[in-house]
Every structure is written in structure tokens, then in C-alpha cells.
């Protein structure tokens, strides 16, 4: 991946800030590498996100449900998955400048084949073949350190309290935490083999570079589902998946050239198989989702951990069995870049230059903006209100009422964020109860009833 930040990227970055989807963590303090706070829009964009995903992996299908586990959990949890010993990235540092840098992308950049699951031995041997051709991206110095393993898992002390205490880690990823209670969802008597668990959550990841706005954060949040099935029906239940996620992207409005599936080269340790579908975001094609097919892996090293039975008896045959599993997982925050970026645009309209958003309406943070046609009418004002507030009262999702600066200027704004419809009550309005709607990615306009505004916006 190249390292510097695309032109399209830094204006959606700006745009973000500007209008209040996105800021940066700890802004005011100069910046916390890493972390990136949402704003009052990139609230409602999420929430649109969520629901999506949601209704798409839980509520269209009979057996997938939903947990929220702990962002803490007993240390045996992450030495069972591997991610103790097995969950790293290369890191070399600039022995000049003392930047830290993944080797694997640096290597990537000079056009090596690299890989992040490469040994430790492996990617210094490359690393060493390479290293007068590996010029530092701060400084230009070719003068780095030898890499080195540096584990993801970040930790913490809570409940620590001596030297003794076993070490706490902040959860990786929230698969764990799904595994971890899987018994009791099957004990609850609702559910049996084949049924999925679903869980949106925070991870937290010592990532070595964090970088290109919300593509590879330290403190994110996961989408993920574990599908839990007989061995036997694992890999065609697996191709069903990878079908379903692609089709989740299609039905969001994403362009589907900039689309891919990627098969991993490397298996991450608990993968018998992994795909990877890829976006083209502003600075190349890079993962988006992983639909990985875990096999027994995980379930059998939390038996094996916890001495706990996580077999399952088959009715038919007999006998018992360790399911398998097909795991989706997305980044929320990815998935919101991917989103941003694919919708970024800028045109022309009445003979201006433009930026919009164009979201899908069912992303788009806000739905409608009520005008009065001017701010200093208050009869047109006043009704414009009454409007407002008559959709408010059935609409759940967010409606806004706009009066600042002129129709033009308020026009730009909410393109600028999105807003499919801007409705207009102007001085026709008092004589037949009509209000002006416009469309935001053609720019027309047409004449509604105030008692069909609602089914119209719909
Ligand atoms: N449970 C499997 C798992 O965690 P992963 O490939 O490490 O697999 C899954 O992560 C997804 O999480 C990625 O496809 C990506 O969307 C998102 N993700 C991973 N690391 C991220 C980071 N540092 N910042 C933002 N999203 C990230």
C-alpha cells in the first residue's frame, strides 16, 4: 500500500471535520495516533450502518442472534486463540528518525512480495535482500533496525493489582467473545447446530502504523458472525456466505467494479480457508470484509483451555461433535470509509461547482432538510416549522431544519453531507399547500402536497 494519503482521501478527511461526521481523537491535544471520534453526523451514518448490517445477518434469517460480550475477559481467552503467541505484524523502525514502520508494507511498496504472517527469520532474510533499495518514507535515510514480531494484543491492568496477576488484554477481536459463551447460547434451548451468533463491538490492536483515516485504526469496531455448523456442511455453507456478504455490498448501492475477492496466500493461524473482499479505496485495492472458514480450531482450543465440553451431540449418527465455523467479520469503520469514499464526488449543477455525498438515502445521515424559502419571513418561517415538525412527529430518522445563509448556500450544505431531499416552503405554499422538493444528485425539483411529503420522502 503506498504511503502517502491520496488527494481524495484528504478531502474527504476535511469534509468529515468540517460538517461533523468525523474528528480526530484528542484533537485539541495534538492528536492520539489511532483513534478518530464521530461527530454528530458520523453518528447517524453509523446507526444506518448498523441497522443494515444488522437486519441483513440477523433479522432475514431464522437462526442468527445477536450477543454483546465483555471488552475484558480472563486472560486464558487470548492464550487458547493463539493471538498470545501467533497474532503479530513486522515492525522495523528508522534507526534516523525512529519512525516505526510495518516491514511488510514497506516491502510492498518497492514492489517484494510481502506478508504480514511471514516468520520472524523469513521477512528479515527478505527485508536484509532488499535493504539498500528501502528508503525511510519521514526522513529518506536508508538506515533501518531489524524487524521484529510485535504482538497486536493490547494490554491493561485492569483488576491487576500484584505482580503475580495473570496479564489483561483488551479484546482483538470480537469472535473471542462469541466462542467464549457459544455453550450458553446453545443451553438457552433456542438454538442448535447449524445457527449463527452475531456481535458488533470495539477491538483494539497495537497497529504498528495506524493510518489513512479510518482504514487501520487502533480502537475500532468489528461486525462479525459466527456461523456454527456440522463439519460436513462447512464448506458449502462457506460459499453461501461469501455470496451473502458480497450481495450485502451490492444492496448498499456500492459500485460493484470496485469490488473484488481476494484468496489469502498466508492462512492467519486459525484458518483453513480465508477471502477477503477488497474495495479499490482512494489509495488502491485493500481488504474490506474477511469471510474465513475457521474449521474446529477455535472451539477445540477453548475445550482444551478451559477443560469445559463444547461438543455437540449429532441426533442422527450418535455422536458427538465439535462444530465448525464460518466467520464474517467487517470493520464498521472501514466499512464507513469504503462508504464515504464511494460516494464522494464533485460536479457541476446550474452552472456551479459542487461536492456531494452520494449516499444510498438509506445511509444518508440526513434524511430530508426543511427550508423556509427566507429567513427573514416569519410567516414563511413559522410555517416551514410546522412542516418540520409534522414529519418529526411519524419520522424516526433524522430530519433537519435549515434556515442559515441563502437557498443556494443551503443547497451546497446538505449536498455536501448527503441529504437526498431538500424540501422548500415558499410564498405558493399559503395558497395551495404544496412545498418545493429537490432531488440531490439530479438537482430537480417538483411540487408535493404537505399531506403526501411524507410518503413522498418514503
Ligand atoms: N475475527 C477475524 C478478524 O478479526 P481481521 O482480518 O483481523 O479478522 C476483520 O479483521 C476486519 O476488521 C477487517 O476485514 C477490517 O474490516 C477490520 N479491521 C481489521 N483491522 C482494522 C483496523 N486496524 N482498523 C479498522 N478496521 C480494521
Known sequence: MPDQTDAKLEKIVALCKRRGFVYQ????????AGTWDYGPLGVELRRNVVEAWTKAMTREHENITMIDSSIFTSGKVWQASGHVSGFSDPLVICQGCHNKYRA?????NIGAVADEKMAEAEINKLFDERRRDLVCPNCGQKNFGRVAAKNLLATATLGMFEESDEPVYLRGETAQGIYINYKN?????????????AQIGKVFRNEISPRQFLFRKREFEQMEMQYFVQPQAAPATYEEWKRERMSFYDRLGVAQTKLRWQQHEKMVFYARDAWDIQYEFPFGWNELEGVHYRGDYDLTQHQKFSGVDLSVLDEKTGQRFIPHIVETSVGLDRLILMLLADAYDEDEMGGEKRVVFKLAPNMAPVKAAIFPLLR?????????REVYRQIKQTETRLIMFDDNGNIGKRYRRQDEIGTPYC?????????????????????EQERVKIVELLTHLN
Open 25 to 32: 481523537g484528542s484533537e485539541i491535544y495534538g492528536g492520539f
Open 104 to 108: 511488510d508494507h514497506l516491502l510492498e
Open 185 to 197: 447460547i446453545l443451553d438457552s434451548g433456542f438454538y442448535a447446530v447449524p445457527f449463527g451468533v
Open 376 to 384: 427573514n419571513k416569519p410567516a414563511l418561517v413559522d410555517k416551514a
Open 423 to 443: 424540501v422548500t416552503i415558499d410564498f405558493q405554499t399559503f395558497e395551495d399547500d404544496t412545498v418545493t422538493v429537490r432531488a440531490r444528485d439530479t438537482g
